[in-house]
């Protein structure tokens, strides 16, 4: 490799680089998103252990990032995603280039530069690659990880046989690799068999001997030793603490291998594997379309030619990754942004192959073109129309999922948490169904500081002992009220009353499963207050303070956004539907129509509320219209009529 070709290189990725790091920032959230976002975001914020595994290096880089000076914490936390997606585009782009001018040999700067550019725009505007590069998430850190090891591979492979530089590389991939596995360890074990077998390959190569293997191990052991973070600062008793009971190793670290999943992992049947397979598989070719698709395999055919061991490597990535993901996941759905997130290194490696494509395709095109079309003008007019048929394609995913991932705007979680806390009581406990909730609110109480009085509980963990143990070390309040317990599970509704009846202000998530504490709950904005004896709602002011609300609501008003989103579209039709079971069973049918019908101007064909829609609507005839009626932009998310 020339001189010039490897300044040209580094010129190229800086320009990428600085391209998209403009294009993440300018679309990145501002603010607190949904599911792990929050959780993530608090703990960097206070240095404390986060879900299984930990985390610990992202925790660390993103305590380090919240300090920079400059915008809000969010602003800056999801910074750094932004940051690892447009640096792993560089990287991966820096190494695209020199595998195509240094294997493929273009005739000329443009016909290399061509099939790099267009891969790595493909790859950028994927909703995969793209809600990772714009919200708080280990995600994209987990991907520059998985690059920086691209760009070891590659200095590694180009030494001669004897070169000492090509051995110190691989050093660096061992350290980066036991590094990584302190950012998302399953998914990016996923990668490992591949780069193995390839450093397997360059070692024999270049007789490095037993010594490199070694050292290389006790790097990737260094690496590893990240995790040292866990229980050094259980022991500290952090604010947050997701399974280090006071320091205690045995169940933290049997929490961050997850060996209680292995159980439930053996158990699944290798045809249910293989079909799940398929349908992660789907995904990615929902994300590529089959126009880069079908670049992917010339890819391989070209890539097979000049490239051999690069081109397994990257099948090799894309296939253990895809079935890694098959076995951690129970139920594949596109709009699962963390099943994205895992798919990262497969998108990583297929636009590798969509550029050997777009390349093989370029110069077939040149060859007809230079026997069939001797007119210069014409080849002009040809070559320009297929640069922009090409062109069209990289840019086609990121034309489609723009709505998704721009989250520039996009303050849906924001509002919800804001509003489900801003008004409560001082010092009242909220009983929470689930992390998403929980996780948003987490975020805001410990990041942005709002309501720290509130005490939050998340009644699926509290079967877990470690986090009884935790919540009651931060409420030592609580631990007078015992929580009541039969012989099989804990009675967490019965507790709630406890704390009610001793003059605790208690505010409930009502689900499905709380229809005999109707009796006993009081809306209160998003949630629900727990009196401490029956209410009757009937004739009093709630009812009206409850619509108002819902009137002035930010997140409600957001009818035209919430399609795009696909956490807040849940949540914001889940929430109308489950108010809408509170009052028909509290008699109130016209109320719960109306919000059974807002609900369904977000989802229309939701079958659920449907059902609950023509259970209390007059005619019950008009749900086949209402079907249709709603699907119309002008009536989604309409305010509430007025009774």
């Not at 001797?374 to 999922?401: D, K």
């Not at 929430?575 to 109320?591: D, K, T």
Request: aromatic letters at 14%.
């Amino acid at each position: 490799m020339s001189t010039g070709r490897m300044s040209d290189a580094w010129l190229f990725s800086i320009c990428v680089f600085i391209t998209s790091l403009a294009f993440y920032v300018t679309t990145m959230s501002h603010t607190v998103f949904w599911w792990d976002s929050g959780e993530l975001a608090a703990n960097a914020r206070v240095l404390g252990i986060a879900h299984r595994p930990g985390f610990p290096l992202y925790i660390l880089l993103g305590h380090v990032f919240g300090m920079f000076p400059f915008g809000e914490y969010f602003y800056r936390i999801n910074f750094l995603s932004a940051l690892s997606a447009a640096a792993t585009l560089g990287l991966v782009g820096f190494v695209w280039w020199q595998l195509v001018f240094g294997r493929l040999r273009p005739s000329s700067l443009l016909e290399g530069l061509i099939p790099v550019s267009l891969a790595l725009i493909a790859i950028g505007g994927t909703y995969t690659f793209w809600i990772q590069a714009v919200r708080t998430e280990v995600y994209a850190a987990n991907i520059v990880a998985i690059a920086m090891l691209w760009g070891c591979t590659w200095q590694s492979d180009r030494g001669e046989s004897g070169d000492s530089s090509g051995v110190r590389w691989f050093w660096a991939a061992s350290l980066v690799g036991g590094l990584g596995m302190a950012l998302h360890h399953a998914t990016f074990a996923s990668v490992l068999p591949a780069f193995f077998l390839f450093f397997l390959v360059v070692s024999k190569r270049n007789q490095w001997g037993r010594n490199a293997w070694v050292i290389a191990t006790a790097l990737f052991a260094l690496g590893l030793s990240v995790y040292l973070y866990l229980p050094i600062r259980a022991l500290q008793d952090p604010e947050l603490n997701w399974g280090w009971t006071r320091g205690a190793k045995a169940l933290g670290w049997t929490a961050v291998a997850g060996t209680d999943a292995y159980a439930e992992l053996a158990k699944t049947s290798l045809a249910a594997l293989l079909s799940r397979a398929w349908a992660v598989s789907q995904i990615m070719i929902e994300q590529l379309h089959w126009g880069l698709l079908l670049f992917a395999i010339a890819g391989i055919w070209q890539w097979w030619r000049k490239a051999r061991a690069w081109m397994l490597m990257a099948l090799g990535i894309v296939i253990t990754n895809i079935f890694v993901t098959a076995l951690l996941v129970s139920e594949v759905a596109e709009t699962n942004a963390d099943i994205h997130g895992y798919l990262l290194p497969t998108i990583v490696s297929m636009a590798f192959l969509v550029c050997g494509g777009v390349y093989t395709f370029g110069r077939l095109l040149a060859s007809v073109a230079k026997r069939y079309l001797p007119s210069p003008s014409i080849r002009t007019v040809l070559w320009v129309s297929t640069i922009t048929m090409v062109l069209l394609l990289a840019l086609a995913p990121g034309i489609i999922y723009s709505p998704y991932c721009n989250l520039s705007h996009n303050r849906l979680a924001h509002d919800l948490g804001v509003e489900s806390i801003s008004g409560l009581r001082p010092n009242g406990i909220v009983f929470l169904a689930g992390t998403n909730w929980d996780f948003v609110l987490r975020g805001l109480r410990y990041v942005d500081g709002w309501r720290p009085d509130l005490t939050v509980i998340n009644r699926d963990l509290l079967p877990a002992g470690w986090y009884r143990s935790w919540l009651l070390s931060k409420h030592p309040e609580l631990a007078a009220y015992p929580i009541p317990s039969d012989s099989i599970k804990l009675r967490p509704k019965l507790w709630a009353k406890n704390l009610a009846a001793a003059g605790f202000p208690i505010y409930w998530e009502f689900t499905e499963i709380d229809m005999d504490m109707v009796g006993q709950l009081v809306p209160a904005g998003h949630l629900f207050e727990l009196a401490a004896k029956p209410v009757d709602v009937l004739g009093t002011s709630l009812l009206d303070e409850q619509e108002n609300f819902e009137r002035n609501s930010q997140f409600y008003a957001a009818a035209a956004r919430v399609p795009y989103d696909y956490d807040a579209k849940m949540v914001w039709v889940m929430n109308l539907y489950r108010a809408g079971m509170y009052y028909e069973s509290r008699g109130l049918l016209g109320r719960a129509k109306e919000l059974y019908q807002r609900a369904l101007s977000v989802a229309p064909m939701d079958e659920t509320v449907l059902a609950a829609y023509v259970r209390v609507a007059p005619d019950r005839g008009f749900a086949f219209i209402l079907r249709q009626d709603l699907t119309d932009p002008a009536k989604q998310g309409n305010v509430l009529p007025t009774p």
